[in-house]
């Protein structure tokens, strides 16, 4: 199967918190992959594609939680959805980029 993602995808699992558009409850889940254009969560809230989210991504690796200001899910079933990042600050998309790349060497499979 040819992967035609714009952005690698990472196994790493990081608490995360999220709210939907218009709603202030906080929920939490945690992701199972990452990457510099979204990510993928376990969560038992569920949401609907095409809902705006907004995300607070713990990765302790950084010292600093990772803001995702606006996403939209992109899909969702059996407990999971997806996001896809829209708007994130330079600070921390910086703080993504340095965690994939963290990362990224421990994830990737051994030849």
Known sequence: ????????RIPLELQVFFSTAGHTEIREGT?????????AVTSSTPVNPGAGVRLLI????????ITVHAA?????????????FLNLTDLDRSRLSRLLHVVAPRSSPRN
Request: overall charge negative.
């Open 1 to 8: 199967m040819i992967e035609c993602r714009e952005h690698p």
């Open 31 to 39: 992701t199972f992959d990452i990457s510099a254009g979204g990510c």
């Open 58 to 65: 713990r990765a302790t690796d950084l010292g600093s939680p």
């Open 72 to 84: 939209s899910v992109r899909w969702a079933r059996y407990g999971e959805f997806g996001v896809e």
